[in-house]
Each structure stands twice: as C-alpha cells, then as structure tokens.
C-alpha cells in the first residue's frame, strides 16, 4: 500500500467562520512543521500548486499581478482572470479566486510556521470548503515535507472522507 492508499483526514478541527453583514469568511489555521520560506515557495509556484491546490496557475503568484487560476477535478475547468494584489514573502499571500478573496498569511513558530486562511465564500459552501481547504491542506504538508501524496480535489476527495468532514464542518458552524 502506497501512502497515498493509507491517507486518511483527521477530524474537522482549525476552522471557523467569520460574518461581517452578508459577507462569510471561513478562516483556517494550521500548524506546519517546515520553515515559512519553504510554505511559500508550496503557495506560490505553479509546479508545487500542481501537487495540492485545488487549482493550477499559469504564473508564480509570489509576484503582484496578473495570473490565470483553472479549477481542477471539477467536470469544466474554471478559468478565473485572478489579480495577486499583495506578495510579501513570504509572510502574506493575497489574490482574488474568482469571486473570493484569499489572503494567507506565514507566522514563524518554533515548530515551524503557523499558516492562515481567509477564504471569503458563499455561505452555502462554507462547510463544503473547509472539507476541501483541510484535505488539500494535509496534502500540502506532505509535500512540503517532502512526502508527496498527489493531489486530492474534486470527485476524487469523496474517498478520502470528504463528505464527513463537510458534515463535521457544518456541525461546528452550525450551519
């Protein structure tokens, strides 16, 4: 059995959501093992977002400007014109994914680096992206560590427990 094969998400844990008026932020907190440099350089290059994230970028996001951002595991890609408005490495990472802005932000800890999400996103798929963000997340840690699983989004998460982790999530924001 491959790594890959015994993968498995823990519980639905380091997630909330913030509500400003109608707008939902769901905010993700996780604690990695490896040195800020080295979660950027994962955040930001299109060749590690091709291992974890649940889209490709035709350009380095680490720089402000323009870059193109195309869903993947979805049945048609969304192809989303996005803007990188602020590229502060490697401590803050912000752009615009569509009709959501993301900004992330790179704490140095003495384990590590504490990373944070700020996802803006519908309430009707809060929960659905927080099951998305821990899964792609977990991946992401792998592969920063140098332990790569291969990406896991779309249809393919639901055999990674996708939809107990949306459950989970929606229980916890009581949704």
Known sequence: MNKRDEYQPGAASGAHVQKEGEKWTLVVVR??????AKVWNALTDPACLRE???????????????VTL???GTPTPTISETHVTRADAPNVLEYRWGNNDLRWTLEATDTGTRLTLWHNIDRGFISMGAA???ICLDVLD???AE???GRIVGGEAMKFDWPRLNTEYAQQFGL
């Open 142 to 144: 792998r592969l920063v």
């Open 52 to 66: 974890w994230a649940p889209f490709d970028a035709d350009a380095n996001l680490g720089a402000v400007g323009p």
């Open 147 to 149: 332990e790569p699983i």
């Open 70 to 72: 195309s869903t993947v």
């Open 31 to 36: 604690d990695l093992r490896h040195a800020p």
């Open 132 to 134: 998305g963000w821990h």
